[in-house]
């Protein structure tokens, strides 16, 4: 069983470009986070799809997006990068809805450098 | 505010001893807390949970206790091997907004 598939591994991009990060979730599984990693800030919640819907936002800016397709897999954008970007976006997939005891499996991310 | 909280940033620990991770959190409608565990250039993988009905739950060396009345929950590992040098993060399920909070991290080093 494949196990939760994020492309590209590394990225550098110049500030004030845009870019896309793709994340596809384990067969079968409906649930698609996002985080992003920092050093000291830990895991930050992104955003949560779940068929297709955004179903939960966290406290970033309008230049991050999201979206998830039919088959489950799922993009996210940022849009005008700030230097303060630069860090690991991992992505998890769910078995059942976010939450209680069902626990993600995560990617191994993408590590995004804005130069 | 930082909902779940992991303090120390770092543990040293020597083989063979019991390593302890602390994390405490705010929130005590939280129903679920789980442990990850993250290697360098990997994602974060499960290690263990915890219902918030129980206040033990172990898995070979690893066992997560939980206080509710205090808000803390340890993890703890007996005997610490070198391979569990890694950098540890608690988690907390909220029921109201379908996602995990997770702390910042807990790296633990364990001497050979």
């Known amino acids: 069983k494949a196990g939760v598939t994020q492309t590209p591994r590394y990225l550098i991009k110049t500030r004030g470009q845009q870019v896309t990060l793709s994340c596809s979730p384990i067969s079968g599984h409906r649930s698609v986070s996002w985080y992003q990693q920092t050093p000291g800030q830990g895991l930050q919640f992104l955003f949560e799809?779940?068929?297709?819907?955004?179903?939960n936002k966290g406290n970033f800016p309008g230049r991050f997006s999201g979206r998830q397709f039919s088959n489950s897999r799922s993009e996210m954008n940022v849009s005008t990068l700030e230097l303060g970007d630069s860090a690991l976006y991992l992505c998890a997939s769910s078995a059942g809805p976010t939450g209680g005891n069902y626990g993600y499996t995560f990617g191994s991310g993408t590590r995004l450098t804005v130069v | 505010d930082q909902q779940v909280k992991q303090n120390s940033p770092s543990l040293s620990v020597q083989e063979g001893r019991i390593s302890i991770l602390n994390c405490d959190y705010t929130n005590s409608m939280f129903d679920y807390f789980l442990w990850y565990k993250k290697y360098p250039a990997e994602g974060p993988t499960f290690l263990i949970s915890i219902s918030s009905i129980k206040d033990k739950n172990e898995d070979g060396r690893f066992t997560v206790f939980l206080n509710k009345s205090a808000k803390h929950l340890s993890l703890h590992i007996v005997p610490s091997q070198p391979g569990d040098s890694a950098v540890y993060f608690c988690a907390a399920s909220d029921p109201g907004t379908y996602k995990y909070i997770f702390g910042t991290g807990t790296r633990l080093k364990v001497l050979a």
């Open positions: 799809y779940f068929s297709e819907t955004q179903r």
